[in-house]
């Protein structure tokens, strides 16, 4: 969840007519398929993009984005393989990762995703820095099957491995890994070679649990690795590296400021991310270094966002 979704939550929040104009038209919204090797293929609309993985057992899908795209991805999946979609992994608790998950459990697909991922769909959830309320999913969008660390599918000739990213971008996310392609989805917890990231911390996300992901992504990846954002094109092992050494720079500076005895405003106009937003906030995104340094000290102070509205 980033851009996209950010944007759709504050045309949701301020119903103004000039964010409403930030709403998002689904229906002209173009999925780019990217062949990423050794079957493994990218599925980008600039939202929870997806990832397949393409052989004769069929195919396995990861996230299934929003329910308006749902057609739309299968439809992409169908340009590049007859085969039935026999396997879903969700990435984490946002709608826009699994939105279209009862389309696909009713065309045959099982779906397999964290534990918390699963109470937080059948629970429904309220994202405070957004104030936007997820409905609870219907019993047939749920995973069927659930893991707590770590789990390994052996998958048309892949192994594709599932590591559990505790409190990161959410309380419910999976890496996953496709060790041959040398590909990993990243879940939320990379914002891309130049983005911020986002976590949610409503959901159970902390900035502490993102560098933990990060972390475990680069014990992970080879100068080859190619990671899967939260949005955008794949992004490289040395922006994985760069986006850790970045959020462990953050840390830093604003728990310098907190041990000073400032409060979130001041520290917010002492602008601590000042020499990095060059790289890492891009033009018109939302997340800005002011947004990011609120989220880090909200972070780091342990501030607990309202569960519901
Ligand atoms: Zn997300």
């Known amino acids: ?23 998002i038209d689904y229906s002209r919204l173009e999925i780019k398929t990217t062949d990423l090797g050794h079957g493994v293929y990218f599925l980008g609309w600039q939202g929870g993009d997806s990832l397949i993985l393409v052989g004769n057992d069929g195919v396995l899908l990861v996230d299934t984005s929003v329910a308006q795209m749902g057609e739309k991805i299968k439809a992409a999946i169908a340009r590049v393989s007859d085969k039935p979609i026999r396997l879903v992994i969700n990435t984490h608790a946002h709608a826009d990762h699994f939105g279209a998950n009862e389309l696909l459990a009713k065309g045959g697909a099982v779906i397999v995703g964290h534990e918390r991922l699963r109470e937080r ?7 405070a820095a957004f104030k936007q309320t997820i409905p609870p999913s219907p019993p047939a969008a749920l995973p069927a099957i659930t893991y707590i660390e ?3 599918i052996h998958f048309d000739g892949e192994t594709v491995q599932l590591f559990h990213a505790p409190r990161a ?13 040398n590909v990993i989805h990243a879940s939320g917890t990379f914002g891309g070679d130049r983005s911020y990231p986002f976590f949610d911390m409503s959901s159970g996300g902390s900035l502490a649990g993102m ?24 992004g490289s092992t040395e922006g994985l590296k760069a986006s850790r050494d970045m959020l462990v720079t953050i840390r830093v500076r604003i728990q310098k400021l907190i ?19 060059a790289r890492w906030a891009q033009q018109a995104s939302p997340l ?21 509205p």
């Open 1 to 23: 969840m980033r851009r996209l979704w950010l944007a759709a939550a504050l045309a949701a929040l301020y119903c103004s007519s000039a964010v409403a104009q930030l709403r």
């Open 121 to 127: 769909m059948a629970k429904g959830q309220y994202l």
């Open 150 to 152: 770590t789990m390994t």
């Open 169 to 181: 971008h959410t309380d419910s996310d999976t890496l996953v890994y496709f060790k041959r392609a």
């Open 211 to 234: 560098i933990g992901a990060e972390e475990k992504m680069l014990s992970l990846s080879d100068d080859k690795t190619r990671i899967i954002a939260d949005e955008g094109d794949p």
């Open 259 to 277: 041990d000073e005895g400032k409060s979130e405003d001041q520290i917010v106009a002492a602008k601590p991310t000042k020499d990095l937003d």
């Open 288 to 308: 800005t270094g002011d947004f990011f340094t609120r989220l880090a000290y909200q972070s780091l102070k342990n501030v607990t966002p309202p569960t519901r």
